[in-house]
Nanobody, 132 residues
Framework: QVQLEESGGGLVQPGGSLKLSCAAS????????IGWFRQVPGKEREAVSC????????HYADSVKGRFTISRDNAKNTVDLQMNDLQLEDTAVYSC?????????????????????????WGQGTQVTVSA
């Protein structure tokens, strides 16, 4: 049973920074990708950034390129999302998600973050609020 536990989030002023962490456990398939998604009521869910577990390939939404950085620590089974220069429009509920694959972690990333297939597993979500 895959479990994803998020930490971080909170309230920050515009231009500030926050870091989200996702602790993952229980993967049984050999390949997977982990991503961060965000959603605002009334808007479509957005794939913010994803990283493949083995290859370390990354993907970013255009809206966060140059401001957000995703990284993984395979020894600790954690994926972090460092968010810098946060803007009002970054306010959302951020959720960690994972997708598994028999082919490769990069394919799992492609499916989840680019092709918008529903991830196999979700965390509980954490609120990020950017406000002056």
């Amino acid at each position: 049973q895959v479990q994803l536990e998020e930490s971080g989030g909170g309230l920050v002023q515009p231009g500030g920074s926050l870091k989200l962490s996702c602790a993952a456990s229980g993967f049984t398939l050999p390949h997977y990708a982990i991503g961060w998604f965000r959603q605002v009521p009334g808007k479509e869910r957005e794939a913010v950034s994803c990283i493949s577990g083995s290859e370390g390939k990354t993907h970013y939404a255009d809206s966060v390129k140059g401001r957000f950085t995703i990284s993984r620590d395979n020894a600790k089974n954690t994926v972090d999302l460092q968010m810098n220069d946060l803007q009002l429009e970054d306010t959302a509920v951020y959720s960690c998600a994972a997708h598994t694959s028999m082919i490769s972690g990069a394919f799992a990333l492609l499916q989840m973050c680019v092709m918008a297939e529903d991830p196999d597993y979700w965390g509980q979500g954490t609120q990020v609020t950017v406000s002056a």
